[in-house]
């Protein structure tokens, strides 16, 4: 079992609409993650990071956690063709190092 | 503020060559470093840790001696692939931690490597 997992996609939605990117992680004692776009042929460039369970909001993004069930999840609202991007999700599974899933692709249709 | 600038950002060299890529912290010091490699529509693979004044530890499966990981200062850490094939093409990112920002990495702008 990979230690954070996360749909490939694509996941695409329309202009304006909601993108939901969500991810589940292995170590149950893991205890901060954070949210990563990263655009074709550029590094990631930190979007949310989050550490207790709820909602966390900035902007038009909510990072959602929830220990119980180890999930991440990542919600765009008001979705723009610039956000069309690859997301990743990341954690500090018990290990000193940050580990990445493996992004899941999202294309907003204008 | 924590920016990281990473150099070049893309190398072609020949088969048998070495090249070193530098990454520096610009606006705050990092006593840890983090190199990662990113093949084409993969996800981010931790290759080694990079320690101020003490050896870089190794991800399992990453040779040290191919990769040769410098970390002299507390704003430079520099990643030399050795004797580079063209299976060592990739995308090398390094990142480094702030402190005090609770565990938020903060990537360089990546470097491409193309070996011929």
């Known amino acids: 079992q990979k230690e954070v997992e996360q749909n490939s996609g694509p996941l695409s939605v329309p202009e304006g609409a909601i993108a939901s990117l969500n991810c589940t992680y292995s170590d149950r004692g893991s205890q901060s993650f954070f949210w990563y776009r990263q655009y074709s042929g550029k590094s990631p460039e930190l979007i949310m990071s989050i550490y207790s369970n709820g909602d966390k909001e900035d902007g038009r993004f909510t990072a959602q956690l929830n220990k119980a069930s180890q999930y991440v999840s990542l919600l765009i609202r008001d979705s723009q063709p610039s956000d069309s991007a690859t997301y990743l999700c990341a954690g500090y599974t018990g290990r000193r190092a940050l580990t990445f899933g493996s992004g899941t692709r999202l294309q907003v249709q204008p | 503020g924590a920016v990281v600038s990473q150099h070049p950002s893309r190398v072609i060299c020949k088969s048998g060559t070495s090249v070193k890529i530098e990454c520096r912290s610009l606006d705050f010091q990092a006593t840890t470093m983090f190199w990662y490699r990113q093949f084409p529509k993969q996800s981010l693979m931790l290759m080694a840790t990079s320690n101020e004044g003490s050896k870089a530890t190794y991800e399992q499966g990453v040779e040290k001696d191919k990769f040769l990981i410098n970390h002299a200062s507390l704003t430079l850490s520099t990643l030399t692939v050795t004797s580079a094939h063209p299976e060592d093409s990739s995308f090398y990112i390094c990142?480094?931690?702030?402190?005090?920002?609770?565990?938020?990495?903060?990537f360089g702008e990546g470097s491409r490597l193309t070996v011929l």
């Open positions: 990142s480094a931690r702030v402190q005090g920002r609770a565990g938020e990495l903060f």
